[in-house]
């Protein structure tokens, strides 16, 4: 079955770069996902790349996808205190769910 | 307001008890989804509808989950005879249509069940 993976905990202090990464197996996934979940608040969708691209970029958002790696990573430029949150990795195949990582709670230190 | 709702946002029950859990999806939007996310993981898919039908049911864990969507709006998640290892947060998202125009699925806040 599909598996995604990301490491769990991210640190960074304001106005770096964050950059969390996120390998899945599925090779027949048509989308890929970054979504953000802050605290008692539902899951909100930041981006996603189709997987015939290899980057995309929205404002201080960059996503690069290696599909022969099968690795997909988020970069987020000059991260802010509210850019702590959990970030989730998510694959999509031929069916029409979606398969999530445990994860990577990055916390930004002022 | 024009977001997915669901309710209620917190269910206490005692094991063995049966529960409903609701979603109200976006309006138009035919394609309506159930997750799982336990504590310390992410969401696990459970049950995907395309209008009225249950298009994918292979992530419902066990004969004591139930969805249904009679009219191809609102949903209802059922559980039968709770279990302590029941208790999680069930997300319901909706899309527009599954992956055409857009792939993005909007969630909702989310119902945190306890089973006691």
């Known amino acids: 079955g599909e598996d995604v993976e990301q490491s769990l905990f991210l640190s960074v202090r304001e106005g770096d770069s964050s950059v969390i990464n996120c390998t899945y197996t599925d090779s027949s996934s048509t989308y890929l996902y970054w979504y953000k979940q802050e605290p008692g608040a539902g899951l909100q969708l930041l981006t996603y790349?189709?997987?015939?691209?290899d980057m995309k970029q929205d404002q201080r958002l960059t996503v690069l996808l290696n599909k022969k790696d099968k690795h997909l990573s988020l970069r987020i430029a000059d991260t802010q205190t509210g850019d702590s949150a959990i970030y989730f990795c998510?694959?999509?195949?031929?069916?029409?769910?979606?398969?999530f990582g445990t994860g990577t709670r990055l916390t930004v230190i002022p | 307001g024009a977001g997915v709702s669901q309710t209620p946002s917190n269910k206490v029950t005692e094991k063995g008890k049966y529960v409903e859990l609701r979603c109200d999806p976006i309006?138009?939007?035919?394609?309506l989804y159930w997750y799982r996310q336990s504590l310390g993981q992410g969401p696990e898919f459970l049950i995907y509808f395309q209008g009225t039908g249950a298009a994918d049911d292979s992530g419902l864990p066990n004969d004591r989950f139930f969805a249904v969507r009679p009219e191809g709006s609102v949903s209802t998640l059922k559980i039968q005879r709770t279990e302590r290892g029941d208790s999680a947060v069930y997300l319901c998202a909706s899309s527009v249509s599954p992956r055409d125009p857009s792939p993005e699925q909007f969630f909702g806040p989310g119902t945190r069940l306890t089973v006691l």
């Open positions: 309006s138009g939007h035919t394609a």
């Open positions: 998510a694959e999509g195949g031929g069916a029409n769910n979606l398969f």
């Open positions: 790349i189709f997987s015939n691209m």
